[in-house]
Every structure is written in structure tokens, then in C-alpha cells.
């Protein structure tokens, strides 16, 4: 859940390995396509619509990653919390062939919340997403948002539903799990990957996957929380 020095590493190693690439190459070792199809009945356009303006939750504004000022609010509406920011790739958890120590730099073994067995999540299975650590800027909790809570992530016109999986650095925002960023078209490399803007994170409040994996679950609740989301705001 780390996030990677963007600057240091575009000075050092990733501009010269870019450059050496064909045009529109990645980094990232492996080719990953979406999912592809629209998750639910509501449309991104629509959810869209219902985040233009902001009513500010937080106490402050956050950073997108640790060399970027803090400009990202988190804001209220009727059954939810949402903020617009970048998506860094979280791959902690359950080691897999796409997660672990020889992927990741920053891996950990564990996320905040843990499937119904007690094992972390499974980064490279279940779209999940990370909230900042509770701080005197925001805390999650008290606006109704726990683990499992259910997600909307809006990018590219295409909408995926999550859940709230696991906590970051209390001031930096904007990152999901390997699984959440392969669904949309980004690259999930946890070192290279990820979409530097362009995602809108809608987190409903009071709602809770069951059980937390199921991702087939938070797409049916996702779905009719969306609905109730576009009629109440």
C-alpha cells in the first residue's frame, strides 16, 4: 500500500527503460485486458452527473501521491462519499504470482479487513478499495464507511463495483487493488502501473458486501445502491 516516488523513479530508472520501448509499450511485464463489461445497470455517464459539484467532508484536502500538494477533498452526498483523484496499485495481501515481495517493492502480507476465513483479501482476484488511514483530516467510520462498504469506481466511461479493502498513509488518496485496476484497462503493475487521474471513487454509505470476497455480491448491491444514489441526488 505503499506509494511508489513517482519523481525519483522517472529520474532514475523508469524514463530510460521507457524510452527503450516501442511507442505505446508499458513497463509492465504482462498484458492485462478488462473485464470488459459494464458491472450493473447504471451507466458512468449518470453517476457522473451526480458528482459535479462538491460538498466538502474532510477537514482538509489530500494528496494524490507523496510529492503532489494536497487538492483532493472528499466530499458528501445523499447515501455516499466520493472523491475524484489518480488510482496507485495496492497488491498487499494473500501472495500470488501477480502480488508479492518479487513484484512489489512495497508488499505486505495483510490488508486492514480480511475475507469471512480470516485471510487477507486476494488483491489479484477481488476489486477492492483503499481509504486513507482515519486523521484529522477525515475519518471513514464516522461518515458510515467500514470494511467491505461497497464501491462504484468510475473511469474511462466504464463503471466497477469494489469494496472498501484495505487503509493507506492518512494523507495520500486515490488506490485500488491489482484485481480493480485490471477490470478497468490499467496497467495493475504495483511498481510501473496505475492511471495518474481520471477515477471517480463513490463509496456508499452503511452498506457492507457479503462476504467481503464476493465480488458478485457487491455488484448486486452495487447496482442498487447506484440506482438509489442517482434518485436521491
Not at 495496492?90 to 502480488?99: A, E, F, I, K, W
Not at 482476484?125 to 486523521?135: G, I, N, Q, R, T
Not at 467491505?148 to 469494496?163: H, L, R, S
Not at 478497468?184 to 510501473?192: A, F, N, Q
Request: aromatic share 8%; glycine share 10%.
Amino acid at each position: 500500500m505503499r506509494r511508489r516516488p513517482f519523481a525519483a523513479l522517472l529520474a532514475g530508472v523508469v524514463v530510460p527503460l521507457i524510452a527503450a520501448l516501442p511507442a505505446g509499450a508499458s513497463p509492465h511485464r504482462t498484458t492485462v485486458a478488462p473485464r470488459g463489461a459494464q458491472e450493473g445497470s447504471v451507466s458512468a455517464s449518470a453517476l457522473l452527473a451526480k458528482v459535479t459539484g462538491c460538498s466538502q467532508i474532510s477537514n482538509g484536502k489530500y494528496r494524490t501521491d507523496e510529492e503532489t500538494s494536497a487538492t483532493v477533498p472528499v466530499c458528501d452526498a445523499n447515501g455516499a462519499v466520493f472523491w475524484k483523484a489518480d488510482m496507485d496499485i495496492d497488491c498487499d495481501g494473500q501472495v500470488t504470482p501477480q502480488c508479492g515481495w518479487d513484484t512489489d517493492p512495497w508488499f505486505q502480507d495483510d490488508t486492514a479487513f480480511h475475507q469471512s476465513n480470516g485471510q487477507p483479501l486476494n488483491s489479484a482476484a477481488l476489486p477492492y478499495v483503499v481509504v486513507p488511514s482515519s486523521s484529522g483530516i477525515w475519518n471513514y467510520a464516522s461518515a458510515g464507511i467500514k470494511g467491505g462498504g461497497v464501491v462504484a469506481i468510475v473511469y474511462n466511461n466504464q463503471v466497477e463495483y469494489a469494496v472498501v479493502g484495505d487503509t493507506g498513509p492518512d494523507e495520500i488518496i486515490g488506490e485500488a487493488s491489482y484485481s480493480a485496476a485490471a477490470g478497468l484497462g490499467i496497467d495493475p503493475d504495483p511498481e510501473y502501473g496505475g492511471a495518474e487521474s481520471g477515477v471517480t471513487y463513490i463509496l456508499f454509505k452503511n452498506s457492507q458486501a457479503s462476504p467481503i470476497e464476493s465480488h458478485a455480491d457487491a455488484v448486486s448491491r452495487g447496482d442498487a445502491l447506484a440506482q438509489r444514489f442517482l434518485t436521491e441526488n
